[in-house]
Nanobody, 121 residues
């Protein structure tokens, strides 16, 4: 069984910074793509950033230059550093993994439970 544990959300003032992490637990052989998505109230879930196993990153236009995604393959952990946060960044942030191979199963995709990020003064 695979579990994705997200941490690092919280309340921050506009212009501030937060870091999120997502750790995949279990006996994991490989993860193809790891990504962060977010969903604000009344809006659809959207891609924030993703990163392949070889480190190729992709960002939504709205976060380019402010957010940095990274991963540690040895720890099956992904990070999101968020700088210059804006009220529009307020949302529940979800971790997603794609192409995960474990000791007992192969999954096309798997989602975390989400962590709240609130940007407000």
């Amino acid at each position: 069984q695979v579990q994705l544990v997200e941490s690092g959300g919280g309340l921050v003032q506009p212009g501030g910074s937060l870091s999120l992490s997502c750790a995949a637990s279990g006996i994991i052989f490989s993860i193809d793509v790891m990504g962060w998505y977010r969903q604000a109230p009344g809006k659809q879930r959207e891609l924030v950033a993703s990163i392949t196993s070889s480190g190729v990153a992709n960002y939504a236009d709205s976060v380019k230059g402010r957010f940095t995604i990274s991963r540690d393959n040895a720890k099956n952990t992904m990070y999101l550093r968020m700088n210059r946060l804006e009220p529009e960044d307020t949302a529940v942030y979800y971790c997603k993994v794609e192409g995960i191979v474990t000791l007992t199963t192969t999954l096309n995709q798997h989602w975390g439970q989400g962590t709240q990020v609130t940007v407000s003064s």
